[in-house]
T-cell receptor
Framework: DTGVSQDPRHKITKRGQNVTFRCDPISEHNRLYWYRQTLGQGPEFLTYFQNEAQLEKSRLLSDRFSAERPKGSFSTLEIQRTEQGDSAMYLC?????????????FGPGTRLTVL | AQSVTQLGSHVSVSEGALVLLRCNYSSSVPPYLFWYVQYPNQGLQLLLKYTSAATLVKGINGFEAEFKKSETSFHLTKPSAHMSDAAEYFCAVSARWGGTASKLTFGTGTRLQVTL
């Protein structure tokens, strides 16, 4: 069990560019979450996958954001036409399949800076 | 709908003193409650969780929290602070029942400073 990994750890981009982040969950965890954390705030829920199905999206997830989990393993989060307001830490978490396994395990995050 | 309020964005204690970080929750269904710790430029690490078993929950690094339904509280305590406890602490709530995403709703966090 190597934990949740995220790549890249840091991304600096210019406004208007597209960026893509990757999350590799704990193996055999079928549930995957994306959160966004801005400076001085707690993480906010963005979206949730159970296996490859995206079952819930926050209204924070504008149409410039898209997330996928094509084979029910790793996930990607893409932001198109980035804006300065997108600057934040993007956190991924995974959770085991049994309802009694309620703990979400977080990755180290990807810090995005939009210039 | 669920929400969490953490009272005090900054708490400062002396090394060896009691740590008390406050968390109040609001939930329309029986909740799961969590405390996470975040060190600078890192992800969140679970300290402890309440999932309807014992109301006094013990976690890692000597932390514990007590679920008080009548007060809708889940305060985090540690009898004796250590310098290594300095970090940001987040309280979070999720719905207990199956069939939901069980997404976490976080408070705004409390930064704990430990002084000599």
């Amino acid at each position: 069990d190597t934990g949740v990994s995220q790549d890249p750890r840091h991304k600096i981009t210019k406004r208007g560019q597209n960026v893509t982040f990757r999350c590799d969950p704990i193996s055999e965890h079928n549930r995957l979450y994306w959160y966004r954390q801005t400076l001085g705030q707690g993480p906010e829920f963005l979206t949730y996958f159970q296996n490859e199905a995206q079952l819930e999206k926050s209204r924070l997830l504008s149409d410039r954001f898209s997330a996928e989990r094509p084979k029910g393993s790793f996930s990607t989060l893409e932001i198109q036409r980035t804006e300065q307001g997108d600057s934040a830490m993007y956190l991924c978490a995974s959770r085991g399949g049994r309802e009694s396994t309620d703990t979400q395990y977080f990755g180290p995050g990807t810090r995005l800076t939009v210039l | 709908a669920q929400s969490v309020t953490q009272l005090g964005s900054h708490v400062s204690v002396s090394e060896g003193a009691l740590v008390l970080l406050r968390c109040n929750y609001s939930s329309s269904v029986p909740p799961y409650l969590f405390w996470y710790v975040q060190y600078p430029n890192q992800g969140l690490q679970l300290l402890l969780k309440y999932t309807s078993a014992a109301t006094l929950v013990k976690g890692i690094n000597g932390f514990e929290a007590e679920f008080k339904k009548s007060e809708t509280s889940f305060h985090l305590t540690k009898p004796s602070a250590h310098m290594s406890d300095a970090a940001e602490y987040f309280c979070a709530v999720s719905a207990r029942w199956g069939g939901t995403a069980s997404k976490l709703t976080f408070g705004t966090g409390t930064r704990l400073q430990v002084t000599l």
